[in-house]
């Protein structure tokens, strides 16, 4: 992997800054029926610009985060990415800093190997990994030639760990994705969902991803499908995560070139019956993330119905911090705060990974 690879996110993100606080540029970033105001669309960057501002107070010095998980790379990455989809570079102001420090800690804490998951001995290895690689891929280009030589080094290497773990031998149910750890002989829709989109993002920056895995990965999807009801299944025979899931899968089949496939509709016709479950889940901001990213993918009227309830309905959660807050597994600030920008900026397109085909209906 090169950095030339990317010299086109520069500019679209040097462009971006520049008119991002332009009324006229963000409706038509979010379209003009949830932006129906001038109001509504300042509503939404100021509740992105208080996340991002609470993501840089309390961001440590070393680039970690408190609170959980926050040493372990993982949120470094996802806070990362959030700065980098709002349209913030490492050479920016305010949070350019902030972008550089998750690059050096999450560089830091890698193997030899190139292995991010190496902090905590626990069942979210390879989530670090694959969100670790995803972040490190999508802002590769954009750093200082010194820290760009070390990315070059360690990119290929993680990427060839997402790519032997998905070639351990399992069985026909659990072929083709991704578990916790690298020698994991099973798989589940959760952890597949981040390793493919590092996949993707490794493709687009030159990494030597054979079509061959992406074709796996998708029929892997499909046969977690519930046939009845069109939501993904966390595991076959486990249909726990319906709601949240749903989003991961028609992401995945998305970013595969699975566009209008027969069974990502399904699950978009699930999920639009279903999302405002999402309050009440127990992984909520992990949820509203996939659901975010999956029905933007989709596009028309799906994302306008969904995009319109997530910022009426969101907004008024964040806290006076600028953060919000999940409970058990989602009991981090900067975990929660990281996803719900993610989510908001979905439509923005600053991010290779969250680009979508042009001719998907926006109307």
Same mark, same amino acid.
């Given at each position: 992997m090169t950095g030339k690879a990317f010299s086109f996110r520069c500019v679209s993100l040097t462009v971006f800054v520049t008119t991002i606080l332009s009324p006229f540029f963000i409706e038509e970033a979010f379209g003009q029926h949830q932006a129906s105001s001038v109001y509504e669309s300042e509503r939404v960057e100021a509740s992105i610009e208080a996340g991002l501002a609470y993501l840089h107070t309390v961001q440590k010095a070393d680039g970690s985060y408190p609170e959980k998980y926050g040493n372990n790379g993982g949120i470094s990455a996802l806070a990362g990415m959030a700065f980098l989809a709002k349209g913030y570079?490492?050479? $920016? /102001?305010?949070?350019?800093?902030?972008? #550089?420090? $998750?690059?050096?800690?999450?560089?830091?804490?890698?193997?030899?190997?190139?292995?991010?998951?190496?902090?905590?001995?626990?069942?979210? !290895?390879?989530?670090?990994?694959?969100? =670790?690689?995803?972040?490190?891929? +999508?802002?590769?280009?954009?750093?200082?030639?010194?820290? *760009?030589?070390?990315?070059? +080094?360690?990119?290929?290497?993680?990427?060839?760990?997402?790519?032997?773990? /998905?070639?351990?031998?399992?069985?026909?149910?659990?072929?083709?994705?991704?578990?916790?750890?690298?020698?994991?002989?099973?798989?589940?829709? $959760?952890?597949?969902?981040?390793?493919?989109? %590092?996949?993707?993002?490794?493709?687009?920056?030159?990494?030597? #991803?054979?079509?061959?895995?992406?074709?796996?990965?998708?029929?892997?999807?499909?046969?977690? !499908?519930?046939? +009845?009801?069109?939501?993904?299944?966390? *595991? #076959?025979?486990?249909? $726990?995560?319906?709601?949240?899931?749903?989003?991961?899968?028609?992401?995945?089949? +998305?970013? =595969?070139? *699975?566009?209008?496939?027969? #069974?990502?509709?399904?699950? %978009?016709?699930?999920?639009?019956?279903?999302?405002? !479950?999402?309050?009440?889940?127990?992984?909520?901001?992990?949820?509203?993330?996939?659901?975010? /990213?999956?029905?933007? /993918?989709?596009?028309?009227?799906a994302w306008q119905s969904f995009s319109e309830w997530m910022y009426r309905v969101w907004i008024p959660k964040q806290k006076a911090d600028g953060s919000w807050r999940g409970s058990a597994n989602e009991d981090s600030g900067p975990y929660s705060t990281s996803l719900v920008v993610l989510a908001f900026t979905v439509p923005f397109r600053q991010l290779p990974i969250y680009q979508r085909d042009e001719t998907v209906d926006e109307e």
């Open positions: 570079t490492p050479d $920016s /102001q305010p949070y350019g800093e902030n972008i #550089v420090r $998750s690059v050096k800690y999450i560089l830091n804490i890698a193997s030899d190997g190139g292995y991010f998951g190496t902090v905590n001995n626990d069942n979210g !290895q390879m989530y670090v990994h694959s969100i =670790c690689t995803l972040f490190l891929s +999508e802002v590769s280009g954009m750093v200082e030639p010194e820290l *760009q030589y070390r990315l070059d +080094e360690v990119l290929p290497k993680a990427n060839k760990i997402l790519l032997d773990a /998905q070639n351990i031998k399992k069985d026909q149910n659990h072929k083709g994705g991704w578990r916790y750890r690298p020698n994991s002989k099973d798989s589940d829709m $959760s952890c597949s969902g981040w390793a493919l989109m %590092a996949l993707r993002s490794c493709r687009l920056n030159g990494g030597l #991803v054979p079509p061959d895995a992406i074709d796996r990965a998708v029929e892997y999807v499909k046969r977690h !499908q519930n046939k +009845e009801h069109g939501f993904f299944m966390y *595991q #076959v025979g486990n249909n $726990s995560g319906q709601s949240t899931l749903s989003g991961a899968g028609i992401l995945c089949l +998305e970013l =595969c070139g *699975q566009h209008n496939d027969p #069974v990502s509709l399904r699950a %978009a016709g699930y999920l639009l019956k279903n999302f405002r !479950q999402l309050e009440r889940a127990s992984n909520k901001y992990y949820g509203l993330y996939y659901a975010s /990213q999956g029905l933007f /993918q989709i596009g028309g009227e």
